[in-house]
């Protein structure tokens, strides 16, 4: 088999960082995907992840993104900062009674995508006329490789995964019972406001490290997917979070063996799994 080969071959310290980095980011996008599901956020997932985009073609304008860690760090946090005010902006946009939420993500949406090809192509055009090295190629940032991490990237993940989970814990009461019942949660005085502003600053944060393993185009897959899983099998509230933790973790792994053995792209492969696994899911009895 090419997964054992790979991962216990001569050249398996260069395949290692990017399985744990896949199973530290689908645990990440475990964690908030029940959430995304109950409030139908999905496209807010999908906005906050076109609009990192934006950040990239604006932090590669800025000249960073080069190979030091100093330039990958500056370009990461300038990606988050992005991320984050895109989705800020939805937040402030669907408050006002004249912006359906849809109509604010749209909005961000688009003009974060056509902001993000604007700066790359004045990236690549610069760096063409100074003879320095090229962005990476649209496909990379768009679809990921998550095989091509480093230590420091599991690292990264690692962190955002603890501080997600930690604000997770300490909002708990109030992102539960706002995400599963709003309009008590409304009458029992839960700020709805600053309610959602926490959770989809979290959300921005963590796309942005999904966009690592599954790129900008697939990572809003990672933020629904595990969330219906674990819907579809459980009605309770510990059952919804194990399945959709379990069922992230196990897709992963499915996910990356499928792209081993078939030398196929490992975010793909990481949907598709996950995608096999909402639907047979959906096809057993549901559990309690």
Same mark, same amino acid.
């Given at each position: 088999?090419?997964?054992?080969?790979? +991962?216990?071959?001569?050249? @398996?310290? $260069? &395949?290692?960082?990017?399985?744990?980095? %896949?199973?530290?980011?689908?645990?990440?996008?475990?964690?908030?995907?029940? +959430?995304?599901?109950?409030? #139908?956020?999905?496209?807010?997932?999908?906005?906050?992840?076109?609009? @990192? &985009? /934006? /950040?990239? /073609?604006?932090?590669? %304008?800025?000249?960073?993104?080069?190979?030091?860690? @100093?330039d990958q760090a500056a370009l990461q946090a300038v990606v988050i900062a992005f991320s984050i005010g895109a989705a800020l902006g939805i937040a402030w946009l669907s408050a006002r009674p004249e912006t359906k939420p849809d109509t604010a993500i749209g909005i961000v949406l688009a003009a974060a995508m056509a902001l993000g090809f604007i700066l790359y192509r004045v990236a690549g055009q610069r760096a063409s006329a100074s003879g320095s090295s090229r962005p990476p190629a649209l496909e990379s940032v768009l679809f990921g490789d998550v095989l091509s991490a480093s230590w420091?990237?599991?690292?990264?993940?690692?962190?955002?995964?603890? $501080?997600?989970? &930690? %604000?997770?814990?300490?909002? #708990?009461r109030r992102l539960i019972f706002w995400g599963f019942d709003e309009p008590a949660s409304r009458a029992f005085g839960v700020p709805e406001g600053s309610t959602r502003t926490v959770l989809l600053v979290l959300l921005a944060l963590s796309v942005v490290v999904a966009v690592n393993l599954a790129g900008i185009v697939l990572a809003t897959a990672l933020f629904v997917?595990?969330?219906?899983?674990?819907? @579809?099998?459980?009605? #309770?509230?510990? /059952?919804v979070w194990a399945w959709s933790v379990v069922g992230a973790g196990v897709s992963a792994l499915l996910g990356l063996v499928l792209s081993f053995e078939a030398d196929l792209m490992p975010g793909p492969s990481v949907v598709l799994a996950m995608t096999g696994a909402f639907l047979l899911a959906r096809l057993l009895p549901r559990g309690a």
């Open positions: 088999m090419n997964t054992l080969e790979y +991962l216990t071959g001569s050249q @398996a310290h $260069l &395949f290692w960082p990017g399985v744990v980095t %896949a199973l530290l980011v689908a645990m990440l996008g475990a964690l908030l995907s029940p +959430l995304v599901v109950l409030k #139908r956020l999905a496209f807010i997932g999908q906005g906050v992840s076109h609009a @990192a &985009f /934006g /950040g990239v /073609g604006l932090g590669l %304008a800025l000249g960073l993104g080069g190979d030091s860690l @100093a420091a990237d599991a690292l990264s993940a690692c962190v955002v995964l603890v $501080l997600v989970a &930690f %604000a997770l814990w300490w909002s #708990r997917l595990p969330g219906a899983i674990a819907l @579809a099998r459980s009605t #309770r509230l510990g /059952g």
